[in-house]
C-alpha cells in the first residue's frame, strides 16, 4: 500500500534529509507504534523493516525504546524448546547439568 501524506513546512523543516530517508523514519516509527501496540508481532517488524534477523530486530527495537514483549507464553514456549533440544538452566546439556560428564 501506498500512502501520501502533506507534511506541513513547519515540521519538515526540521528534518535534514531526502524523502526517502524521511519515508523510512516514518515506516520505523509505525512500525515501533504498531509493536508497542501489539498489533504486529516481533517476527513482522523484521519483515516490514527487511531485517536480517531475530537480533538486529531487537536491536531497532532498543534503539527505538521499545520494550520487547516477552510474555508467561513466550517463557513456556523457550522452555519447552529447550527441553526439546535436551538444553536445561545455564546452557548444560541434561546429562551434564545432572553431574555426568560426556566421554
Known amino acids: 500500500m501506498q500512502i501520501t501524506v502533506d507534511i506541513p513546512d513547519e515540521l519538515a523543516q526540521h528534518f535534514d534529509c531526502s524523502q526517502q530517508q524521511l519515508?523510512?523514519?516514518i515506516l520505523e516509527a509505525l512500525v515501533v507504534?504498531?509493536?508497542q501496540t501489539e498489533q504486529i508481532t516481533h517476527a513482522e517488524v523484521g519483515r516490514i523493516l527487511d531485517l536480517p534477523s531475530r537480533w538486529a530486530v531487537?536491536?531497532?527495537l532498543k534503539?527505538?525504546?521499545a520494550d520487547l514483549l516477552y510474555d508467561s507464553l513466550?517463557?513456556?514456549q523457550d522452555r519447552?524448546?529447550?527441553k526439546q533440544l535436551g538444553i536445561s538452566q545455564f546452557g548444560q546439556s541434561n546429562n551434564?547439568?545432572?553431574g555426568e560428564e560426556k566421554h
Do not use: I, K, M, P
Request: without cysteine.
Open 63 to 65: 534503539a527505538n525504546n
Open 80 to 82: 519447552e524448546t529447550l
Open 74 to 76: 513466550d517463557l513456556e
Open 23 to 25: 519515508s523510512r523514519q
Open 33 to 35: 507504534r504498531a509493536y
Open 96 to 98: 551434564t547439568a545432572s
Open 58 to 60: 531487537d536491536a531497532f
